[in-house]
Nanobody, 122 residues
Framework: QVQLVESGGGLVQAGGSLRLSCAAS????????MAWFRQAPGKEREFVAG????????NYANSVKGRFTISRDNAKNTVYLQMNSLKPEDTAVYHC???????????????WGQGTQVTVSS
């Protein structure tokens, strides 16, 4: 069982930056692939970024590529999402997720956090 708690969301102006964190419980964090998804009001949940268990492989949605960076610290049981050059369309609730299989599909992930709100004003 893995419990995930996100933090770091907030209100930021367009062009600004935020760093999200996701702290995981449990001793097996380093065996899980991790990902960030987001869901805006009235829209479906979408993949944002993911990394393999070791962190050596990452992938990103086209909409955030070059602006967002996912990283993890297995010693701290934490995964991060550095978000730069934020746009109003990045406004959403951001969730981290943990799963045994790396990929962009939500079905690959078994554990989800409650989410943190990111609001980007124009």
């Amino acid at each position: 069982q893995v419990q995930l708690v996100e933090s770091g969301g907030g209100l930021v102006q367009a062009g600004g930056s935020l760093r999200l964190s996701c702290a995981a419980s449990g001793r097996t964090f380093s065996s899980y692939a991790m990902a960030w998804f987001r869901q805006a009001p009235g829209k479906e949940r979408e993949f944002v970024a993911g990394c393999s268990a070791s962190g050596s492989i990452t992938n990103y949605a086209n909409s955030v590529k070059g602006r967002f960076t996912i990283s993890r610290d297995n010693a701290k049981n934490t995964v991060y999402l550095q978000m730069n050059s934020l746009k109003p369309e990045d406004t959403a609730v951001y969730h981290c997720a943990a799963g045994r299989v790396f990929g962009a599909q939500a079905a690959r992930y078994d554990y989800w956090g409650q989410g943190t709100q990111v609001t980007v004003s124009s």
